[in-house]
């Protein structure tokens, strides 16, 4: 049962990998998602529908536009198959329930702003905003099904303020908390310099900050630098980039509240132990 579930979940997320594709191209464009076909950027030779099948569509056309013969961009067969994996281990991780929900709606937003960021240096606020409506309309499932998370609500029922029967409740409240930390310390950031910390990463902050909560945005904001610093420091070291160059730091983001969501839980949990 289970290795079926993995299976069949890896395959939708291929399929959601593609429509991934989609956003990641038509979004930093400014067209309409639901503008006709996918098209090649260069002669707008709409794909025939046998070439929207992820993974294989791409094989069929050799990574090439049949027109024009102009090379796909990296995303159309490696976002698929990124998000084939990540949805197939979600399947593994999580198992069939309200959490593998949350954690593929969540993954799939992260995966396409890190994608637009690695691409264009951009985090856009057509893609962060319904991430974070996705997030907070999650929250408030939770709240109606009972179904509290110990990210969420763990820290305070250990200090005595989350009394049992209002765990869901608390989660919700400690969500928000995460977020108002996360977006303030990223706010202060890009006040103190615009050009090292875009709004973009403020308002990213604030979807990881609400995705795991608080303590967890502490982890998410700190786990993120912790990343970038030897990261910036081999991209110096090797001329990759300038001492003025911009780094997308949103992908560190991305990956930082990932991690922070999937092992946040057991992390908590032993420090509370001590």
Known sequence: MQIALIILYGLLGAFVGAALDLVADRMPRRVPLLEGRPACETCDTEWRWLHMIPVWGYMQRRGRCPTCEVRLPWRTI?????TALVFA??????????????DSVYSAFLLVIAVIDLEHK??????????LWSA?????????????????????LAAGWAPGQETALIGALSQGAGAFVAFAVFFVMHVISPSGMGDGDVRLA???????????ALAVVFGAFFVFAPVGVLLLFFGKEGRKT???????????TWVV??????????????
Not at 78 to 82: E, F, G, R
Not at 122 to 131: E, G, K
Not at 142 to 156: A, E, F, K, N, Q
Request: hydrophobic share 60%; net charge positive.
């Open 78 to 82: 490696l976002l698929p198959i990124a």
């Open 89 to 102: 281990w979600l399947a593994w991780f999580r198992g069939l329930g309200f959490e593998l929900l949350a």
């Open 122 to 131: 951009l985090i856009l606020n057509r893609v962060v905003f319904p991430a």
């Open 136 to 156: 907070v309309g999650l929250m408030a499932l939770r709240i109606l099904l009972d179904l509290p998370r110990y990210l969420h609500y763990g820290y305070w």
């Open 206 to 216: 604030a979807l990881g900050g609400l995705i795991t909560g608080f303590p967890g």
């Open 246 to 256: 911009a780094v997308p730091f949103g992908p560190f983001l991305v990956l930082s």
């Open 261 to 274: 969501m999937l092992w946040g839980d057991g992390w908590l949990l032993r420090y509370i132990q001590g």
